[in-house]
């Protein structure tokens, strides 16, 4: 009996200590939230965020953290494979609900690795990373450019290279952004009711507009979408808890649609924000992540989960920045520039982290961090070795979680806008090679002042509104930053390891009619 008794204690302990070392991992990428749209960040926001406020106390803020891109869908491909975007065939822009699959085949993605690793793997939400749709007659290709299009797919097939193709055990969700055909809801490989209906969503309440106009299944609704993931993810927790416990983790990737257009917050939250309805829209985002960080603590997993909330780049324009500007709300805080942009306003992005087992709680962090860091964080958790062809921009910031310095840690990150163009900062300093924003603020792009500087030199340790361009005053500053970031593109990697190949000749410089004067300059693969 007594040696029933310790075999069992034993057996707790040990289940315990493996919790300990291979936490639950929930990743919850919002849709262009803004920096400045979370309450703990932006102490004159006007918008009300009590769960993440609460998860931030209860963890780490990261005040230097980055997306991967200015926009979405390159943004998620380093989130999945720790590996910039550009350095892909997606060069610029996103793509489309239709599109075919982004992540190159025998890719290692994040859910594939914790999969090797004894993780049960989840998707919901929006994935916009493409996915290969059965195709009737004579169609090369499906495209956000072509809509004529989307009467060419045969929605009762199987869809090839769906999320379930990179990793993950299961997946629920929307193809693209709410914004995109086909209206419809997936689960795993196939639509979860056939999009027989031709429909558009409105785009943000009494403003008018709506979404491009395609297919959709019969009672879709926008607002319903957010709630659906929500109960969804409560689920998939509530089912693998008990695993989890005995030493079966889970992974749970939740890319919400929000607060991306449609703005489109259910009719409960309407109104609540008395701000706008995109603050109404914010709120019932930060709701559906306190149902999250409820469920793990109903469900006995609170400690041993690491929660990550954050955003794919910064807020829309569409979110209506002149009027949450007149009543004292920045979304973008103190930054330039917002969503599309290169300007930090267009990537600085909410960072929240909660690991009660690992993490003190009430911390902020200064230290550089991508999207794209995930995996290498991941693998120094679990103290495993990365393939040489894998994550290759990615940095563990796991020793930050735990307060700790490392000479591994990220020192340089490069951004890049939504029409491709590339900024790369290391310390403070930050060189942008366009003469304009890159995106969809003023200056736009080919419609900077005559006589600009081609390239842009910030110090944001001063000017984090990025208004003081000292290209002409630091030359030789802005010429290591693009060194650096030349040998980072021929090396296929800003992480050490054996040189990879990028899958296109990599443009440094946009052409000379996107940025006047800028001499366009290729570097090699």
């Known amino acids: 009996m007594r040696l029933l008794l310790l075999l069992s204690v034993l057996f707790a302990v040990s289940n315990l200590a493996l919790a300990a070392s291979k936490p639950n991992i929930i990743f919850i990428l919002c849709d262009d939230l803004g920096y400045g749209d979370v309450k703990c960040l932006n102490p004159e926001g006007k918008i009300a965020t009590p769960h993440m406020d609460r998860l931030a106390a209860e963890g780490m803020i990261f005040t230097d953290a980055h997306s991967g891109s200015s926009v979405c869908t390159p943004t998620r491909y380093g989130v999945m494979t720790g590996r910039y975007a550009w350095r892909t065939k997606l060069q610029s822009g996103v793509l489309g609900g239709l599109s075919p699959r982004l992540i190159e085949q025998g890719r290692l993605t994040v859910p594939a690795f914790l999969k090797q690793n004894g993780y049960h793997t989840a998707c919901v939400g929006k994935w916009h990373l493409g996915m290969d749709w059965v195709k009737k007659g004579e169609v090369s290709e499906l495209s956000i450019e072509k809509p004529e299009q989307v009467k060419n797919v045969d929605y009762t097939q199987p869809i090839a290279n769906s999320p379930t193709s990179v990793g993950f055990d299961s997946y629920f969700g929307i193809s693209a952004s709410l914004d995109m055909v086909p209206y419809c809801f997936i689960e795993n490989d196939r639509v979860a009711a056939n999009p027989t209906e031709t429909m558009k969503i409105p785009m943000n309440g009494a403003k008018g507009g709506f979404t491009r106009e395609g ?92 929660i990550i909330v954050t955003s794919d780049n910064g807020c829309s324009p569409s979110a209506d920045f002149p009027l949450h500007l007149s009543k004292g709300h920045n979304p973008s805080y103190n930054m330039r520039g917002h969503k599309a942009d290169i300007f930090d306003g267009g990537h ?19 230290q550089l961090t991508c999207l794209t860091d995930l995996m290498a964080t991941a693998a120094d958790i679990l103290g495993q070795k990365l393939p040489e062809n894998a994550a290759e921009d990615s940095f563990s910031f796991l020793p930050a979680l735990k307060g700790q310095k490392s000479d591994a840690a990220r020192s340089s990150i490069v951004h890049h806008s939504i029409n491709g163009s590339f ?66 593109i021929a090396a296929g990697r800003s992480t050490p390891g054996a040189p990879q190949k990028n899958a296109v000749d990599i443009v440094v410089r946009k052409p000379v009619a996107a940025n006047k004067g800028a001499k366009g300059k290729k570097a090699k693969k």
């Open 348 to 366: 600085r992005v909410p960072f929240i982290v909660r690991w009660p087992a690992q993490v003190k709680s009430g911390q902020k962090t200064p």
């Open 215 to 306: 297919p959709g299944s019969p009672g879709f609704r926008g607002e319903d979408v957010l709630p659906t993931f929500t109960q969804r993810a409560l689920k998939i927790i509530g089912e693998k808890a008990a695993d989890a416990k005995s030493g079966r983790p889970f992974f749970l990737y939740m890319p919400l649609n929000s607060p991306h257009t449609p703005i489109v917050p259910s009719e409960k939250w309407q109104g609540k924000s008395g701000l706008s309805l995109y603050a109404d829209f914010v709120m019932e985002t930060d709701d559906a992540i306190g149902q999250i960080m409820t469920a793990t603590k109903q469900n006995g997993i609170a400690q041993d989960t690491l």
């Open 423 to 488: 900024a790369i900062r290391e310390g403070s300093l930050k060189l942008e090679l366009c003469a304009d924003s890159g995106g969809w603020s003023d200056p736009r792009p080919g419609q900077a002042p005559a006589g600009s500087p081609a390239s842009q030199l910030y110090d944001l340790s001063s000017d984090i509104a990025e208004q003081n361009n000292l290209i002409a005053a630091k030359p030789e500053a802005a010429a290591k930053l693009q060194a650096l970031l030349e040998s980072q």
